[in-house]
C-alpha cells in the first residue's frame, strides 16, 4: 500500500483570503515575485539544462529505519526522476509535464491528477521557483518576514489556479506551496506543500522539505543535504555526494504512462 495512503487525515486548511477562482486574474505579488527571481540569481541564474545527482538516503517509516543510494534527475523546469534504492526496497518517481508515475520494486502504478501536481521534485528547489514564475497562471503572496532556525527569512505562497485549464481548475488548490527563502543568502531554507490522492475527504499528508549545505556545482548551487519529513515527522534524509549539470539527459529519461 502506498505511504501516502497510509497517512491519517487532515482536514483541508487553507487560507480563506486566497482566491481560486477563474474569474479573476493571477495576483503576482511584486515583492514576492522579487524575492524569487533574487532567490533564483542566488542559485545560479538560469535554470540549467539538466541535472543529475547521486548519494545516500535514510528512510524512517513507523519502526521501520532503511538506508541505501538517491540519484535525483532534473531537465528544465517540468520534468524530473528520483530513484531510492535500498536494501530492503526499489522505489523510483517520475514527473513529466503534467504527468506522474510511482514504482514500488515491479509494480509501476500512474499517479492521479491531484497527487501529479505536486510531484516534480522538491529536492533542487530552482525548477519549481521557475516554474511557477515562468506560470501566467501561477500566484504569489508574500506572507511575512520571518525568523527560521535563528536567520531572518522571507515567506511566500504560491499555488496554480489553473485558469487557463478550467478543466483543471479543482486541482488549484491542491498546488498551494510555502517557500522560505533567507534573506541574506536568497537560498531557499524550506518548503512546504501536502500531498493528496484525490479530493473531498481524501486524506492529505504535509510535506516539509528542508534545505542545507548548497555547494557550487557547474555555476549553481545545489542543496547537498535535504531533509524531508511527512505529517510532522522525519521521513527522508538525503546526503548528496556527487552533482553534475547539463548532463544531456532527454525525455527518454522521464518516461511516464
Known sequence: MRLFRLASFLP?????S??????????????AIAVL???LAAMGGAVPTSTVATGT????????IETGTIRILTRGVDQSAEEILT??????????????NEAR???????????????????????????AINNPDAEFLYTAQEVLDGAVVHHIRFWNTFSSQPKL????ELSVRDIWIDAASGLPRKLSYDRSDGRGDVPRVPVVVSYSDYRNIGGVLYPFRIDKSLNGTPW??????????????????FPVR
Open 12 to 16: 483541508c486548511c487553507l487560507l480563506f
Open 18 to 31: 486566497l482566491s481560486f477562482s477563474a474569474q479573476q486574474p493571477a495576483t503576482r505579488d511584486p515583492q
Open 57 to 64: 538516503v535514510r528512510l524512517v517509516e513507523g519502526s521501520t
Open 169 to 172: 481548475q479543482f486541482l488549484a
Open 87 to 100: 536494501s530492503g526496497s526499489q522505489r523510483h518517481g517520475i514527473y513529466s509535464r503534467g504527468k506522474a
Open 236 to 253: 527522508m534524509t538525503i546526503d548528496i555526494s556527487q552533482a553534475a549539470v547539463n548532463a544531456g539527459l532527454t525525455d527518454s529519461d
Open 105 to 131: 520494486g515491479a509494480a509501476v502504478e500512474a499517479s492521479s491528477l491531484e497527487l501529479s501536481v505536486t510531484s516534480l521534485s522538491s529536492s533542487f528547489p530552482s525548477p519549481l521557483i521557475a516554474a
Open 37 to 39: 527571481q533574487q532567490s
